[in-house]
Nanobody
Framework: QVQLVESGGGLVQAGGSLRLSCAAS????????MSWYRQAPGKQRELVAS???????NYAESVKGRFTISRDNAKKMVYLQMNSLKPEDTSVYYC??????WGQGTQVTVSS
């Protein structure tokens, strides 16, 4: 049974930082591409960042230079370091593994 559990969301002022974590179980984590998505109210879910098993990363244009995705295969964890946060980053952030498994999401709210 695949399980993805996000944590680390919260309320932060614009310009601040947060670090999201995603704990994976039930999958062969080391061979999976892992991704972070986000969905704001009334908007479609969008890809924020992804990382391959080999550590290759990809970012949405809107977060390049501010967000960093990383992974720890030994711990089956994936992280999203978010710096210089903006009010438009306010969303529910979801962890996704290859094979279309999703976590329950964690709320990030950035106040202006």
């Amino acid at each position: 049974q695949v399980q993805l559990v996000e944590s680390g969301g919260g309320l932060v002022q614009a310009g601040g930082s947060l670090r999201l974590s995603c704990a994976a179980s039930g999958i062969i984590f080391s061979i999976n591409r892992m991704s972070w998505y986000r969905q704001a109210p009334g908007k479609q879910r969008e890809l924020v960042a992804s990382i391959t098993n080999g550590g290759l990363t990809n970012y949405a244009e809107s977060v390049k230079g501010r967000f960093t995705i990383s992974r720890d295969n030994a711990k089956k964890m994936v992280y999203l370091q978010m710096n210089s946060l903006k009010p438009e980053d306010t969303s529910v952030y979801y962890c996704k593994s290859q094979g279309d498994y999703w976590g329950q999401g964690t709320q990030v709210t950035v106040s202006s």
